[in-house]
């Protein structure tokens, strides 16, 4: 699989990328071509019609698949990850219509829990209430990918009057559902063509069936076991990027000649290049440290995905830094390859938490067991 998918990151998915970034759109046949190839369901079990590769062996899959264009990684991280925040509370009939046709690609479901007025976590402010068998959803969502397209919102809001993360549901939302708004942010700096979008509800109906797990679990379903190995992956992605930058830097050294000699025979060039390959591999190999201690079911797991994911981000903007200024001035411009890497790379400080919020987690687990 791994010289399949190296073949169709340098081959199709170059073509699909330079559509992409000449259309700034995500083609829905790109979907259908990742779908029909058994690229969304790598991660998922075999008995939910997955392929079951483990979850260290997936990663070596996402490193490549990260060497494309960023809406592509987006795809094929997201959809082989979404089903396990939903499969660990969801009822055998949530199962049969969320989570394996989601795994099957027959229906897309967006993540949404930011706010633009709150922070991503215990003091979200979109709120339910509930009237017999159906909540009353209000209040707003932003940033959300796959947003417009989606078929539905996993949706973190609270019961009217909660706090704290007392209170909070995850709710499938349909994209279609009476009051709720839809707008495209479609202006991004990088990952372009991945739609995203700005959500506001104000009373939409939602069937108390379509919540998963219990009343107060809102959060535990969108930060508790899913969010280790997602940030993992996230970690990962990180990796293949700067993969691709430091692949374009050395080609690039190659064959610029100044002042008589190749870039690549300057020292100056040489020891860029010698001190990304090893800030690369440091990270890949912290990664995939982490991806075995969750694997194995190890507690420090946990703290372990936000040190790989810190680790893996700083990694990438030194990696693309370099990678950039030796391709000189050029570099700044489009088409060159160099440049969307550059842009896209600085997406991933935010996705699955910043580095400010990594930290935050570091912390708070060594200081809890010092003081224990
Ligand atoms: C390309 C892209 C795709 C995204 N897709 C999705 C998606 O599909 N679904 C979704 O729900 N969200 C999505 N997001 C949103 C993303 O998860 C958030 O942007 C991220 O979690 C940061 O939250 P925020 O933007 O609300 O920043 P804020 O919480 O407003 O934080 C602003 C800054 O302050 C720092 N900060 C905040 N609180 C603290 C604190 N307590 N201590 C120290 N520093 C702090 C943050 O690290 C950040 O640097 C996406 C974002 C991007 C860029």
Request: charged share 25%.
């Amino acid at each position: 699989m791994k010289a399949e998918i190296a073949a169709y990151v340098a081959g199709p998915a170059e073509a699909w990328a330079a559509q992409i970034e000449r259309e700034r759109r995500v083609p829905i046949e790109l979907w259908e071509d990742l779908r029909a190839r058994g690229y969304l369901s790598l991660a998922a079990p075999v008995t939910y019609g997955g392929m079951g590769i483990p979850f260290t062996r997936y990663l070596e899959l996402v490193e490549l698949f990260s060497m494309s264009h960023a809406s592509i990684r987006m795809i094929v991280h997201v959809v082989n990850g979404t089903w396990r925040a939903m499969d660990r509370f969801a009822s055998e009939e949530q199962r049969r219509t969320f989570v394996v046709p989601s795994i099957r690609g027959e229906l897309k479901i967006a993540f949404t829990l930011t706010e633009p007025t709150a922070g991503s976590g215990a003091d979200l402010r979109c709120s339910v209430t509930r009237e017999g068998d159906t909540y009353y959803l209000s209040g707003e969502k932003h940033l959300i990918t796959f947003g417009t397209i989606c078929d539905y919102w996993l949706l973190f809001a609270r019961l009217a009057g909660t706090r704290g993360a007392d209170g909070t549901v995850a709710l499938l939302v349909a994209r279609n559902s009476p009051g709720a708004t839809v707008i495209a942010m479609d202006e991004s700096m990088g990952v372009r063509g991945t739609d995203h979008a700005r959500l506001s509800f104000d009373r939409a109906a939602v069937p108390v069936a379509n919540r998963l797990g219990d009343e107060g679990q809102g959060l535990e379903i969108a930060l508790g076991g899913f969010l280790t190995p997602s940030r993992i992956s996230v970690a990962m992605s990180c990796v293949g990027l700067a993969r691709r930058a430091h692949e374009l830097a050395i080609s690039y050294a190659g064959k610029r000649e100044t002042f008589g000699k190749t870039l690549a025979q300057r020292q100056a060039i040489r020891f860029m290049i010698a001190e990304n390959a090893t800030d690369i591999e440091a990270a890949r190999q912290l990664v995939l440290h982490a991806a075995r201690r969750w694997e194995a079911g190890d507690a420090e797991a946990a703290m372990l995905s936000s040190m790989s994911k810190l680790q893996a981000v700083d990694m990438l903007a030194r990696v693309t830094d370099k990678a950039l200024q030796i391709h000189g001035g050029i570099g700044f411009w489009q088409p060159n390859a160099i440049e969307r890497v550059y842009r896209d790379a600085r997406a991933q400080r935010f996705e699955e938490g910043t580095n400010e919020i990594q930290k935050t987690v570091i912390a708070r687990e060594l200081l809890g067991r010092a003081n224990a």
